[in-house]
């Protein structure tokens, strides 16, 4: 299917949830995203899907932002990301992002719960962690319906991970990010985790080896002789 026919059309694809974003004309940059998400999902041309996301986010830079133009700068970024990870380039995918957000204290919550599942999930936990600090400290961030997501994703899949303990068990009291009954849960996962840590600590110890018998850098043939 060529790129040029798929945005010409413009047939919203039934597995993404953006249909409301079109009206009585469609703007090109749905269009766009529309194309770009057929891309990536039907055809996996990831390199492809990519550019259309790219066409669409410097369209809507030029724009005046509105809450449909935010909404479709969003969704461009996210299927942007997941070609990204596909083409094993994530390590790109912050500085691309940094390209459309001066901020990431800017970026929807949807965004940066994908960040945090794919730095998580490469071993990279550290990236995000005062990215995400930032994110959540945001006044107007703690207003969304999915800060609470973002929140549970950073103390499971950053704090844990990187053994910052403390700050995990401060987060899980906190009733912006938890409800009561999650509090408990949290503190619960982070004390567990806690544990875990210092069993393997000591495990290690267990298993080290001893002080040698024989001076350093004399073999043990050597000093039979």
């Not at 766009?32 to 259309?52: I, P």
């Not at 133009?69 to 990870?85: F, P, T, Y």
Request: hydrophobic fraction near 40%; charge should be negative; aromatic fraction near 6%.
């Amino acid at each position: 299917m060529a790129v040029t026919e798929n945005v010409s059309s413009c047939s919203l694809s039934a597995m993404w949830d953006w249909s409301h974003l079109s009206l009585s004309g469609t703007p090109p940059t749905v269009c766009l995203l529309d194309a770009a998400a057929d891309l990536l999902v039907l055809e996996r041309n990831f390199a492809g899907a990519l550019k259309l996301c790219d066409r669409g986010l410097q369209i809507l830079s030029a724009e005046a932002g509105d809450t449909k133009n935010e909404q479709v700068k969003a969704s461009l970024c996210v299927i942007g990301i997941q070609a990204l990870a596909e083409m094993e380039q994530w390590r790109e995918v912050l500085p691309w992002l940094f390209q459309y957000y001066q901020s990431a204290q800017e970026m929807p919550h949807n965004i940066m719960e994908l960040c945090l599942l794919l730095y998580s999930s490469v071993k990279q936990p550290h990236v995000m962690l005062e990215l995400s600090r930032d994110w959540l400290s945001d006044p107007k961030n703690q207003l969304m319906p999915g800060y609470r997501v973002v929140a549970e994703l950073y103390l499971l899949r950053i704090l844990l991970p990187l053994g910052h303990f403390s700050e995990a068990e401060e987060l899980a009291q906190d009733p912006r990010a938890f409800t009561t009954q999650q509090q408990e849960v949290a503190l619960t996962a982070v004390a567990e985790e806690r544990r875990r840590l210092k069993r393997v600590e000591e495990e290690t110890e267990r298993e080290s080896p001893g002080e040698p018998d024989h001076p350093p850098g004399m073999s043990i043939s050597s000093s039979a002789n």
